[in-house]
């Protein structure tokens, strides 16, 4: 289990390695899946987890003390993904999810400075 306490240690490698998952692999299962239709992806996976994410990650960056640029991982990861694999309406989502990122990040910078 030491390994995972170095892992835990470089925050880094948690932004990163959820902005994968949530960038481009979570986006190419709910595109490439049959099973589900477009405005399940779009409403659940797209706006509703994504978004969670992108809530979720403006809050780490501010408690961990990361530069500001950390935030544009996971909307670039998405939008590249987005404009290859899916269809070019998503790849507005990357746009909306730099957004809700960087107004949790400034809520959250600025409730910390209080």
């Known amino acids: 289990m030491d390994w995972l306490k170095k892992v835990e ?8 390695g959820w902005s994968i998952f949530f960038g481009i692999i979570l986006p190419l299962f709910s595109d490439k899946v049959h099973l589900i239709r477009r405005v399940w992806m779009v409403g659940l996976f797209l706006f509703l987890i994504n978004m969670l994410f992108s809530i979720w990650l403006g809050q780490y960056i501010v408690k961990h003390n990361l530069k500001w640029w950390n935030m ?8 590249i993904i987005s404009y290859l694999f899916m269809p070019r309406y998503t790849i507005y ?22």
């Open 9 to 16: 240690s470089k925050t880094w490698v948690v932004v990163w």
């Open 93 to 114: 989502f990357a746009l909306f999810y730099l957004g809700v990122t960087y107004l949790t990040w400034s809520i959250n910078s600025q409730n910390q400075k209080d």
């Open 72 to 79: 544009l991982i996971f909307p670039i990861l998405y939008l």
